[in-house]
């Protein structure tokens, strides 16, 4: 499989409870972004790896978020304490460090529901 | 802040027609930009990219650059059924030397009736 991976791609918690996504990107890009999607809006952007190094994270991105990437590899996004505004689509995408002048490739992306 | 704007639409064209989607982005600074096609429930797919001014053509599709006017637009000829989708405009910024992430405009949802 040569494309960017997303788990699970549906996810129904209650309030207060903590969920974890899971991104596996394209082999060897060493890029991997996060972004959220409510809908009717664009992809907002949340944070982004180079490898290992977590290089920018968003003012969207509150205390309640954290993400790692630990190896270079998979990278996995928790929310903590969920809340109904956390309901949106979370997307990844990943690129080669020097060709994001030619865009990047979204994942399928994982669709949380917080009820 | 650096923003980029396009008219939420939809906009509406009958089958065969050339739709004609527009985007304007605030930074001069900005570096590339980039069209996504985004189909209900699913994320979005790169269709093109464009970084020089003047047009860059694929297929149907053909990308405008105008970096005087900050302006970016996408045409699509002999429109389709198949391509009514909410169209994203991305624009990347040059940041200590390397493009760091794409900013994306909220969509334009065009819609290709028979």
């Known amino acids: 499989d040569t494309g960017v991976s997303q788990d699970p791609r549906h996810k129904i918690t209650k309030r207060g409870q903590n969920v974890t996504f899971r991104c596996d990107p394209i082999s060897e890009h060493n890029r991997l972004y996060w972004y959220r999607q409510t809908l009717g809006q664009g992809p907002e952007f949340l944070t982004y790896?180079?490898?290992?190094?977590?290089?920018?994270k968003s003012r969207l991105l509150s205390d309640r978020f954290s993400a790692e990437r630990p190896k270079g590899s998979f990278s996995t996004l928790e929310i903590q304490r969920t809340e109904q505004g956390d309901s949106a689509m979370y997307l990844c995408a990943s690129s080669w460090l020097g060709q994001l002048v030619y865009g990047y490739t979204f994942g399928s992306g994982t669709r949380l529901t917080v009820v | 802040q650096k923003e980029v704007e396009q008219n939420s639409g939809p906009l509406s064209v009958p089958e065969g027609a050339i739709a004609s989607l527009n985007c304007t982005y605030s930074d001069r600074g900005s570096q590339s930009f980039f069209w996504y096609r985004q189909y209900s429930g699913k994320s979005p797919e790169l269709i093109m990219f464009?970084?020089?001014?003047g047009d860059k053509e694929d297929g149907r599709f053909t990308a405008q650059l105008n970096k005087a006017s900050q302006y970016v637009s996408l045409l699509i000829r002999d429109s389709q059924p198949s391509d009514s989708a909410t169209y994203l405009c991305?624009?990347?910024?040059?940041?200590?030397?390397?493009?760091?992430?794409?900013?994306f405009g909220a969509g334009t949802r065009l819609a290709v009736h028979p």
């Open positions: 790896f180079q490898n290992e190094a977590q290089l920018e």
């Open positions: 464009i970084y020089s001014n």
């Open positions: 991305a624009v990347a910024w040059d940041f200590s030397g390397g493009y760091n992430k794409l900013i």
